[in-house]
C-alpha cells in the first residue's frame, strides 16, 4: 500500500482538468442544460471524487471505511456508464440535424460527431470493465489499486480536449474538438507511460486505456467514411 500513499494527491490533476474543461460548456450553463447531461456531468465528477477519496482512506489506513464506501462504486459506474452511452445517440443525433440545417458548428461539426462515437463506446464500456475487474480483484493490492486508477485514463480526453479549447478561444482561434482530441492524447500517453514507470510494471489496464486513447487519431477518418456514418445512424439512434 505504500506505493499508492500519495496517489490521492496526483488524481487531483485530472479533476481540476475536468472542472476546469466542463466549466464553458456545462457548469457556466448549469441551469439550461438537460437532465441527462447533468446526470452524466455529476456522476462522472463524483466518479473522479471517489477515485480521490478511495486511496486517501488507505493512505490514512482506514481501511474498514475504504471497503464500505466501495460499494458506493458500483452504483455510480452504472451511472457513469449508462448515462455515457445515452449520449452518443444525442451526438448522431446532433450530426443529422446540423446536416440537415446546413448550420454546422465550427467545434463539433458532424464528422467529429460520427467519428468521436467509436472512441466514446469503447471507452465507456473499457471504463465500466475495469472498475468490475477492480471489484474482483479487490485482495489483491497492486491489481486492484492500478485497475481503479486506470479509469481516470478511459475517460480524461474528453475533459482534457475541451480545457484546451479555452486558451483557443482566448487568442480567438477556433478548431474542432476532432484535432484537440489528438493533440490531447499525447499527454495523456506520456502520462500513463510516467505511471507505469513509476511502478515499475507495464499493467494491462494502463497499456488497454493508452491503446483505446489512440482512438482518438481514427476520429477524422472513421467520420468522413460513409459506411461508418450509415453504421453509427442505424446503430446508435432510436
Avoid at 115 to 125: E, P, Q, R, T, Y
Amino acid at each position: 500500500m505504500e506505493k499508492y500513499k500519495n496517489a490521492h494527491k496526483w488524481l487531483l490533476i485530472p479533476l481540476a482538468i475536468a472542472l476546469i474543461g466542463f466549466f464553458p460548456s456545462y457548469f457556466s450553463k448549469f441551469t439550461s442544460a438537460k437532465f441527462g447531461h447533468h446526470i452524466h456531468a455529476l456522476s462522472a465528477l463524483i466518479w473522479y471524487a471517489f477515485v480521490i477519496y478511495q486511496p486517501y482512506l488507505i493512505s490514512k489506513k482506514s481501511i474498514s471505511k475504504h471497503k464500505r464506501y466501495g460499494l458506493l462504486g458500483i452504483f455510480l459506474t452504472g451511472m457513469v456508464v449508462a448515462s455515457g452511452l445515452a449520449m452518443i445517440p444525442g451526438n448522431i443525433s446532433g450530426a443529422v440535424a446540423q446536416q440537415a440545417s446546413g448550420q454546422v458548428s465550427p467545434i463539433a461539426p458532424p464528422f467529429f460527431l460520427y467519428g468521436v462515437s467509436l472512441f466514446d463506446l469503447v471507452a465507456i464500456i473499457g471504463f465500466g470493465t475495469s472498475v468490475i475487474i477492480a471489484m474482483i480483484k479487490s485482495k489483491q493490492i497492486d491489481d486492484h489499486a492500478i485497475w481503479m486508477i486506470s479509469t481516470v485514463f478511459w475517460s480524461l480526453m474528453p475533459a482534457f480536449a475541451r480545457m484546451a479549447l479555452i486558451p483557443m478561444f482566448m487568442l480567438n482561434q477556433v478548431t474542432h474538438f476532432a484535432n484537440l482530441a489528438m493533440i490531447t492524447t499525447v499527454p495523456i500517453l506520456l502520462a500513463i507511460i510516467i505511471v507505469m514507470i513509476k511502478l515499475k510494471k507495464a499493467h494491462i489496464a494502463l497499456i488497454a486505456a493508452g491503446i483505446v486513447n489512440l482512438l482518438s487519431f481514427a476520429i477524422i477518418p472513421l467520420g468522413k467514411a460513409d459506411w461508418w456514418v450509415e453504421f453509427t445512424k442505424q446503430f446508435f439512434v432510436y
